[in-house]
């Protein structure tokens, strides 16, 4: 898939955004959900957000003046997280937002995406950002393109080549009964994980199907979790115990 | 400075109770502030000095926590006294466990038993009583009222006209206290620990000497009255004091005898007003320099101070007035609004934060949560970070403390004087400099309501009774701004007409019929008064607004013409989502009722001061309100205070309360009321997260000017567990709109309310 026109796009898909988000990056953030998402995990929680064109249609600067509403508030109280969807598939819009948010408030920026296109992009378009959220949501080949009906490689070299980069990185990995709790996988991915050098913290998310809604709204797809429990806290438990043995901070 | 200079004989009462304490100007003068000024140690470290409740606190507490639920299980009233009128030297002493009790007074001879005050109108004695399954009162009492003494209830009627009585009747404006005491007065307690009593006497007699001679004019004579009842009341106090074993005539000599002194001097006027918020007034930084003086001498350990408080908190929680079924559905859930003000900053920099503040917050760890008394945070920017965190902490662990804003009270004018570093909070949002200001209270009206009187001609939409004379309905299939807002001009003059009429007459026959003698006491002579008017539906009025502006709207009307419902076509901004073009018609509406009220003469020449905020009586807003514009239906609860249209708020907490914080306190003197609720995960994904977290989003709240935050941290499936299982969650305690309450003893409509409410999904 194309990223297009990774400097200029002065346009955008927006979903919508929060004010007041206090799980996604540091402190207390202005969270800008985009449209747009290449990958279709079972258990997304956002699918309203897939579809690109479905999105409100704004320009950086109507939404740079939005995030600046807040701008004395986040930068004592957190920053700007770029969510989605899949932020990167509009990278054009959201580097060019990440720069002007950065240049004209000093916004901490924290971008939280999947990483397949994160390969694609030049290392000064990640300037602005001070912090990736990156999910990684399997670590077996197969069962990446079973879950997300993306393959996997593109994901790993992102992460190592943002590793590289000396990016800072809070992974974030969703814990689903059934489809990624598996030990043995986990424990690839937590080896996987330990070994890029910028990870600061490993982000252990349980799955809930409270999206039910989400998916029944949306012809013609099925939502295939729709009767999977939240996992136990043991299992919640054991799972962040596999990344701290590796000397990772989870949370 | 405007301190009233003392009789000469104060001079002579250099008591041993003064020993070791700083400054000149309090020794000469009635000024606590003046006092806390030259002896106030700031703390700006962390908690970890608190201690637990101690052996005493927690035979007592438990005592209480038993009787609270034999009061639960009584249907809500545990006894009362019916044979003997309330006041300050009524009642025997009483006590709950005398051995465990370090600080002593009950309002009446036994804990939770209440009192009547019939002054204030026996009708509603009488039907309270009955309501909660009680004998009537006794003949002579009635014989009394009914033939010998007037009441304030039976004053305001004497006075009311048809109007008033009409919008009354209506709702447009609701919550008069013209059935109950006003309240929201505080007195000076802590004048009475800092001086003793005979003192205080002595200024009274002196003050009323200075009329003496002079031409015998009404105020002259009113002065000279009141200034001769406050002495009685005093000398009262002192009586009642004995009959526990204390002499309070002479200052308190040490911290127990601080405490103890300013808990009788509120206790009495506990006992003689029947206000429905009797706040307590700012009192930590006060008493912690007689708790300081008494550590540094040895004489007491942490733990005993930390008793000293818990024990002041235990008898704060049991304060209880008989109330009607009516005044708890507009305030439900028992409130007593014994409202305690801590932290805040002085004028010269330095924080009223001390050690104290935290003992106080430590009492809802020490003997578990209550919605009394009705912790009030003043939050600065500028406070130590220890504070910020415990305080952050406490809220986040209890959901049972308000945070409002100092810096933007600290240098507000109200009358001309700004509020300065002495100011405390009266029921919910109502600053009042402590002993030198006061206010009528005044309830509040439904300017969405009024909006529908716009359109439908004065004619009430809910029984199509005429409310306002001389208004045509607006006709037409579609709503026409500029037409709407005309006529919704000439509704509002017309509204603050009859409301300001209506609170003049209230307080006119309150002071008359039933003064507070001994709060004002422990006021100056020259106390400065507001006439505290308020609003509510500001929401819905304001997106009704938008709504009309905006999008299409069509009235749909019934036989009589009268529009009961509206058709929306398309989509409109909502207030909430910090977005200009919805906020500012909120702003515009706040400032122009506040305009229109200030047009008229208040009684003793008050200074009008309006409030956004609506208690739990929002959801009684909302009953008698019909279908809105905006798209809310009919008897739908309006949101509290000034918080957005539930579920109209789109963009997250920060965005709501941005727009909250539009509202300019200089035309909302009396406060400005926001609720936000939250679950604990949405804070942050540590509890260390969620403290820094919190105290952040407060200061941010604060820096962008917002007035008031309610935090309400919890899961709604607690909630909804509670609702099922009262007996399990006895204590649960949840912020709605300027107070908390004791979630279980909400009616269940509130408690639905409660819950429906947008609990933010972030934050």
């Known amino acids: 898939m194309p990223v297009a026109d990774p400097e200029g796009a002065r346009t955008g898909y927006v979903h919508s955004y929060e004010t007041g988000g ?141 590793a590289r980069m000396g990016m800072p990185l809070w992974i974030r990995y969703v814990l689903v009964p059934g489809w990624t709790d598996d030990e043995a996988h986990v424990e690839r991915m937590a080896d996987f994980v330990a070994r890029l050098p910028t990870v600061e913290r490993v982000e252990v998310l349980p799955f809930h199907n409270m999206a039910a809604y989400k998916w029944e709204a949306m012809a013609g797809s099925r939502y295939a979790l729709a009767d999977t429990p939240s996992p136990t806290l043991e299992a919640e438990a054991r799972v962040r115990a596999c990344f701290a043995a590796r000397g990772l901070e989870t949370a | 400075m405007d301190i009233p200079e003392l009789h ?129 009162v006794p003949e002579t009492i009635r014989t009394i009222f009914e033939h010998y003494r007037k009441s304030h209830n039976e004053g305001v009627f004497d006075v009311y006209d048809p109007e008033i009585l009409a919008c009354r009747r209506s709702g447009v404006i609701t919550g008069l206290p013209d059935a109950y005491g006003r309240g929201r007065i505080i007195g000076d307690y802590r004048r009475v620990a800092l001086y003793g009593v005979d003192a205080l006497i002595a200024e009274r007699r002196s003050l009323k000497g200075d009329t003496d001679g002079a031409e015998f004019t009404e105020s002259v004579m009113r002065e000279r009255e009141e200034i001769a009842e406050q002495v009685k009341a005093l000398e009262e106090l002192k009586i009642m004091a004995l009959a526990y074993g204390f002499d309070i005539s002479k200052p308190a000599a040490n911290a127990r005898e601080a405490v103890q002194w300013l808990y009788f001097a509120y206790l009495g006027a506990a006992k003689e007003a029947n206000g429905a918020a009797t706040g307590i007034g700012r009192i930590t930084a006060f008493l912690d320099i007689y708790i300081e003086r008494d550590l540094r001498a040895g004489l007491i350990s942490e733990a005993e101070a930390q008793e000293l408080v818990d024990q002041l908190i235990i008898k704060c929680r049991i304060i209880r007035y008989l109330r009607t079924r009516d005044f708890d559905a507009l305030y439900s859930g028992d409130p007593t609004w014994v409202t305690l003000s801590l932290a805040g900053m002085g004028t010269e920099g330095r924080p009223l934060v001390s050690k104290t503040c935290f003992r106080v917050l430590q009492s809802l760890y020490n003997l578990g949560l209550s919605p009394e008394p009705n912790l009030t945070i003043l939050w600065s920017t500028s406070l130590p970070e220890g504070f910020k965190r415990f305080a952050a902490q406490v809220a986040i662990d209890t959901s049972a403390v308000q945070f409002e804003n100092d810096d933007v009270m600290r240098p507000q004018e109200v009358g001309g004087v700004p509020l300065g570093d002495d100011y405390a909070i009266a029921c919910c949002v109502s600053a009042m400099r402590v002993g030198r200001q006061m206010q009528f209270f005044g309830a509040r009206a439904n300017l969405a309501k009024a909006l529908l009187y716009a359109i439908n001609g004065g004619v009430d939409e809910l029984t199509g009774v005429r409310v306002m004379p001389g208004l045509t309905p607006i006709k037409g299939d579609v709503l026409d701004y500029d037409e709407v807002m005309t006529r919704f001009g000439q509704v509002q003059d017309w509204l603050a007409g009859v409301y300001v009429r209506a609170l003049n007459a209230i307080h006119y026959m309150h002071d008359r019929y039933a003064p507070e003698r001994l709060m004002m006491a422990l006021h100056d002579r020259d106390v400065l008064r507001t006439m505290a008017m308020g609003i509510a539906g500001l929401s819905i009025a304001a997106d009704s607004l938008s709504a009309i502006r905006h999008a299409r709207v069509k009235p749909v009307r019934n036989a009589a013409g009268v529009a009961v419902d509206f058709e929306i076509e398309g989509d409109y901004p909502a207030y909430g989502n910090n977005d200009d073009a919805a906020d500012r018609i909120a702003v515009e509406l706040t400032e122009g009722f506040m305009a229109r009220l200030r047009r008229h003469r208040f009684y003793r020449n008050a200074v009008p001061t309006q409030s956004v905020l609506t208690i739990t009586s929002n959801v009684v807003y909302g009953k008698k309100t019909g279908a809105t514009p905006c798209g809310r239906p009919a008897g739908q609860p309006f949101s509290p205070g000034a918080n957005p249209t539930n579920g109209r708020d789109r963009n997250g907490w920060i965005a709501a309360g941005f727009s909250v914080a539009k509202i300019p306190y200089a035309a909302a003197q009396d406060g400005i009321s926001w609720t936000a609720s939250s679950t604990p995960g949405s804070l942050g994904k540590t509890p260390e997260e969620r403290i820094v977290n919190l105290a952040r989003c407060i200061d941010g709240f604060c820096n962008a000017r917002g007035f008031h935050i309610n935090v309400n941290v919890l899961d709604r499936d607690t909630l909804l567990t509670a609702m099922e299982h009262p007996e399990a969650y006895p204590q649960l305690t949840i912020r709605v709109s300027g107070y908390a309450v004791n979630f279980i003893r909400l009616t269940r409509e509130q408690q639905l309310d409660v819950i429906t409410r947008t609990f933010h999904a972030s934050c």
């Open chain 1, 22 to 162: 206090a799980v996604d990056g540091p402190g207390v953030r202005f969270v800008l959900f985009m449209n747009g998402c290449q990958m279709r995990c079972q258990y997304c929680h956002n699918p309203d957000t897939w579809k690109e064109k479905a999105g409100r249609l704004q320009t950086v600067a109507q939404t740079a003046a939005d995030i600046g509403k807040y701008a004395p508030f986040l930068q004592a109280a957190g920053g700007l997280t770029i969510s989605g969807g899949e932020p990167l598939l509009q990278a054009g819009f959201v580097g060019a937002l990440a720069r002007r948010v950065k240049d004209e408030h000093g916004l901490h920026v924290a971008l939280d995406t999947n990483g397949a296109f994160a390969g694609r992009l030049p290392d000064r378009w990640f300037d602005p950002v001070d912090l990736v959220l990156l999910d990684l949501k399997h670590i077996d080949p197969a069962r990446h393109q079973a879950l997300t009906a993306t393959p996997l490689a593109p994901v790993l070299e992102s992460a190592q080549r943002l």
């Open chain 2, 8 to 136: 000469p004989r104060l001079e002579s009462v250099l008591h041993e109770g003064w020993q070791g304490f700083r400054g000149e100007v309090w020794k000469r003068q009635i000024a606590v502030r003046e006092f806390i000024r030259a002896n106030h140690r700031p703390h700006f470290g962390d908690a970890s000095f608190l201690q637990g409740p101690s052996a005493r606190t927690r035979r007592l507490w438990e005592a209480v926590a038993g009787l609270l639920r034999q009061e639960r299980e009584r249907g809500g009233v545990l006894a009362v006294s019916t044979e003997t009128g309330s006041g300050i030297t009524s009642h025997a002493p009483g006590y709950i466990r005398r051995e465990d009790e370090v600080i002593v007074g009950l309002q009446t001879d036994a804990p939770l038993k209440r009192a009547i005050f019939p002054k204030g109108g026996l009708r509603m004695v009488e039907q309270s009583l009955a309501e909660y399954g009680f004998a009537p």
